[in-house]
């Protein structure tokens, strides 16, 4: 194997293992999956506040006026129905309407026409009659989709959840993603498995390096959602895990400096002084993260020769060049 491949798989299992602090903590603060998949009505407030919302940007008092709108319109419903669909809407917009509701762009949304004209990303049917035809899986959006994944159908599913009103790419990657982890689901589904990965700032940017150094040119957010993919499958590692673990790695380790990820992701020497320092952190965040990041990676420390100092969670860092190519990494004494 080429030594800068397995630079770069070894990058990409060190930040996968990052994915249990996401996994243990932020991903679980919604209601429990497994619970969902039992109750028809709080799957589809699952969907709608802790996904389309949420990462909508949604303000949070909005979000729990919905899941106050549902819960009390679905009181003793065995099943959903149209009117069920009318009276969340009504009570849901009566009461946001001057929080700056957006009224094209809400899952909730329900007119009089039960096809809406919504935009090309996301935009037909209002989630609430979306699980009315799903009869079969007791109207339960998350059983639904679990059963899709299971038997492979990964694309008609994202193409599926995308005609929700609110409901863009990304966003049902994060949900699609979410739900192959959570149920342990196999993902090494070649030509499919880039629909779990939702891509932001940070997993474009790693994107773009990773392709640069194998020559190949990412330019869209399918692009680099198929790379991820790819990378995560050739290293070994779900590719859940390894979009998870990207985002620990950004919002937390890095405190949101994409100048810091761009080195990590170059540099398995780079991350080790990263984790080195915040090991305490990880463990304290998630049981089944140490053990992972304490091998090979972290051994890696100490390579090259100081050049510079980049400011991250775990204070001023130095960063060293560090293999032929000239690539970024980080060393300590």
Known sequence: MDPLEEIRFQVVRAIAALSGIYWETDAMKHPLLAECEQDWLLALTGFVCNYVHRHRGIPSIMRDVAEEVLGAAGVGLRAPDERFARHVWDGYQNVVRNFGLVRGNDPLMCVDETVLSGGADGGRVPATLFVLRLGEHGHNILRWTREMLEHGCVAAAAAELNLINGATRRICSYYLRDVVNHFGIPEDLPGQDWHFQPVDGCVMTAARIWGEGMGVQVQTTEQAARLF???????????????????????????????????????????AWILKMNLLWCRTMSATLAPLLEGDLLSAWGEGQVVESTPCRAGKVPVVRYGSRGMTGCGGS
């Open 229 to 271: 993919a790819a990378m995560a499958r050739s290293a070994g590692v779900r590719g859940s895990d390894l979009n998870a673990g990207m985002w620990i790695l950004y919002s937390q380790l890095a405190e949101g400096r994409e100048s810091v990820v761009e080195k990590a992701v170059q540099s398995p020497a780079y991350l």
